[in-house]
Structure formats: structure tokens, C-alpha cells
């Protein structure tokens, strides 16, 4: 450390008070007063860990600006140029993790994965993650789609059998409607039937029963006059007592009949 002291103030401040703080407006433009150092505008944090942040006249010219992720991370408070690879432990020391990497396309506030870092030197035919890592064998690959065919092909027979099914379930659907439409069509004929019988008035409905009535009791009185007739030995269908039949012996004569000595 090197100490110096002078009665001139610091190049970069147009005026330097100890008595009252110092102020933004107290910086002469385009620099930056920071720690007790001036910088030019645009210029870099030299301290280590903080090389992505700068000086921004404009901003705040007492103060470093906040991190540029532009062209590297910013990871757990410190910056991380693009490309530099995260630090794993190693017996007692560190060494770069091969799969993890600053890569600020990706994400600026975390390491990102490194495409291929695990593929072997030598491996066999099959698919393989961006790391590199295996997913799987072309064999079971291959198996595995095998497998997949055949369910496409029983799916699409199980399909076409339900295909059948439900032609056959609207065929019959239009059957049974069919029937339900000409149930209904009968029912309604035979409400209109009922509806005109029973259209009929009270008062002709009596005066009907009253003619029925009367023929019934004037048929039931003939028969029993005729019944009882019978019953007395009297031809049903004879002449009235007194009343003479037959015809004349000599033929028709006129005047007396006692005159002729016809009896």
C-alpha cells in the first residue's frame, strides 16, 4: 500500500468539501469517483469477481453499474466470463467441470450444460442426450418400436370393430324410431276416436237410452202376451170368437141365406 498526501483534489471531482459529503454533481462529467479513484466512463471494475460491471457516468457516478451479462454470467455475486467453465473440487484443489459452462445465450444467473460432454470416446449405435449420455440402444430402440406397431395395428382393428358396432347401434336406432314414431301415430288416431265418442252430449246420450229403454219394455210385454196366449191353448195367430170362415157350399149367394136353406 502506498500512501500519499496533497492538497490538490482527485483530477476527476470539480470540487472536493471534507466538511459535507460528496455528490454526484461533485464528479466532473464522463468520469466516475469510486473508492477513492477516478475512471473514464465505460471502463471496467478491476477488482476480481466484478469485471462485468463498469463505470456509467450517466448513472451513477459514485457507484460501479450493475453487472453486464451481455458477454458473461453473473453467478452467486460474481462474474463469470462467457465460456468459463464451473469449478468442481478435486482432491485440494479445483478443476473445471466439464459439463457446466457460462453461457449467456442460454442464462445469464446460472452455469449451463455443455453439449457432448459425456459422450464416450468409443459407443455403440443409439440416442444420446445434449450432454452426451445415453438414452438408449438402438436395439431397444428398435424393440421398442416393434412393440409400439403392434398396438398401433390391434388399436386400429379394436377401431374398425367399434366403427361396426356403432353402424350397427344406429341402424337399430332408426328402427326403434321408426316403431316409436308409428306407436305414436296410432295413439293419436286412437285419441281422435275417443275424443269424437265421447263428443257426444248428455242430453242425446239419455234421450238414446230412453228410446232403447222403451223398445226393450214394449218387446218384453208383446212376448208375454204371447207366452201367456199360448200357455191357454189359443192359436197364436187365430180369428176373433164369433167371426165365421170358410166359404159358401154353393157358391156365393145374395139376400137371406135362410131363404136359400143354406145354414
Same mark, same amino acid.
Given at each position: 500500500?502506498?500512501?500519499?498526501?496533497?492538497?490538490?483534489?482527485?483530477?476527476?471531482?470539480?470540487?472536493?468539501?471534507?466538511?459535507?459529503?460528496?455528490?454526484?454533481?461533485?464528479?466532473?462529467?464522463?468520469?466516475?469517483?469510486?473508492?477513492?479513484?477516478?475512471?473514464? +466512463?465505460?471502463?471496467?471494475?478491476?477488482?476480481?469477481?466484478?469485471?462485468?460491471?463498469?463505470?456509467?457516468?450517466?448513472?451513477?457516478?459514485?457507484?460501479?453499474?450493475?453487472?453486464?451479462?451481455?458477454?458473461?454470467?453473473?453467478?452467486?455475486?460474481?462474474?463469470?466470463?462467457?465460456?468459463? +467453465?464451473? &469449478?468442481?473440487?478435486?482432491?485440494?484443489?479445483?478443476?473445471?467441470?466439464?459439463?457446466? +459452462?457460462?453461457?449467456?445465450?442460454?442464462?445469464?444467473?446460472?452455469?449451463?450444460?455443455?453439449?457432448?460432454?459425456?459422450?464416450?470416446?468409443?459407443?455403440?449405435?443409439?440416442?444420446?442426450?445434449?450432454?452426451?449420455?445415453?438414452?438408449?440402444?438402438?436395439?431397444?430402440?428398435?424393440?421398442?418400436?416393434?412393440?409400439? +406397431?403392434?398396438?398401433?395395428?390391434?388399436? &386400429?382393428?379394436?377401431?374398425? &370393430?367399434?366403427?361396426?358396432?356403432?353402424?350397427?347401434?344406429?341402424?337399430?336406432?332408426?328402427?326403434?324410431?321408426? &316403431?316409436?314414431?308409428?306407436?305414436?301415430?296410432?295413439?293419436?288416431?286412437?285419441?281422435?276416436?275417443?275424443?269424437?265418442?265421447?263428443?257426444?252430449?248428455?242430453?242425446?246420450?239419455?234421450?238414446?237410452?230412453?228410446?232403447?229403454?222403451?223398445?226393450?219394455?214394449?218387446?218384453?210385454?208383446?212376448?208375454?202376451?204371447?207366452?201367456?196366449?199360448?200357455?191357454?191353448?189359443?192359436?197364436?195367430?187365430?180369428?176373433?170368437?164369433?167371426?165365421?170362415?170358410?166359404?159358401?157350399?154353393?157358391?156365393?149367394?145374395?139376400?137371406?141365406?135362410?131363404?136359400?136353406?143354406?145354414?
Amino acid at each position: 500500500m502506498k500512501l500519499k498526501s496533497t492538497l490538490a483534489p482527485p483530477s476527476c471531482l470539480s470540487t472536493c468539501n471534507p466538511a459535507y459529503p460528496l455528490q454526484a454533481s461533485d464528479v466532473k462529467s464522463g468520469h466516475c469517483y469510486i473508492d477513492r479513484h477516478c475512471y473514464a +466512463h465505460g471502463t471496467s471494475s478491476p477488482y476480481s469477481g466484478f469485471e462485468c460491471t463498469r463505470c456509467d457516468a450517466a448513472v451513477g457516478p459514485l457507484q460501479w453499474s450493475s453487472p453486464d451479462t451481455s458477454k458473461a454470467c453473473f453467478i452467486n455475486g460474481a462474474c463469470v466470463s462467457s465460456g468459463a +467453465h464451473a &469449478q468442481v473440487s478435486s482432491g485440494r484443489s479445483y478443476v473445471d467441470d466439464p459439463c457446466l +459452462h457460462c453461457d449467456p445465450s442460454v442464462t445469464s444467473s446460472d452455469y449451463s450444460p455443455v453439449t457432448g460432454c459425456k459422450l464416450p470416446s468409443t459407443f455403440r449405435a443409439g440416442c444420446y442426450a445434449d450432454s452426451g449420455s445415453e438414452v438408449i440402444s438402438l436395439a431397444a430402440m428398435m424393440a421398442e418400436n416393434d412393440t409400439n +406397431h403392434m398396438t398401433i395395428a390391434s388399436m &386400429q382393428t379394436g377401431n374398425a &370393430q367399434l366403427i361396426s358396432e356403432v353402424a350397427l347401434f344406429s341402424k337399430q336406432k332408426t328402427i326403434l324410431e321408426t &316403431q316409436l314414431d308409428s306407436a305414436i301415430s296410432a295413439g293419436e288416431a286412437k285419441s281422435t276416436a275417443t275424443t269424437s265418442c265421447e263428443g257426444m252430449s248428455n242430453d242425446l246420450a239419455i234421450a238414446l237410452i230412453a228410446v232403447v229403454s222403451a223398445m226393450f219394455v214394449t218387446t218384453s210385454a208383446i212376448l208375454g202376451f204371447l207366452v201367456f196366449k199360448e200357455r191357454k191353448g189359443n192359436p197364436l195367430f187365430g180369428p176373433a170368437p164369433g167371426v165365421a170362415v170358410g166359404m159358401p157350399v154353393d157358391g156365393p149367394t145374395f139376400g137371406n141365406p135362410a131363404e136359400k136353406g143354406d145354414v
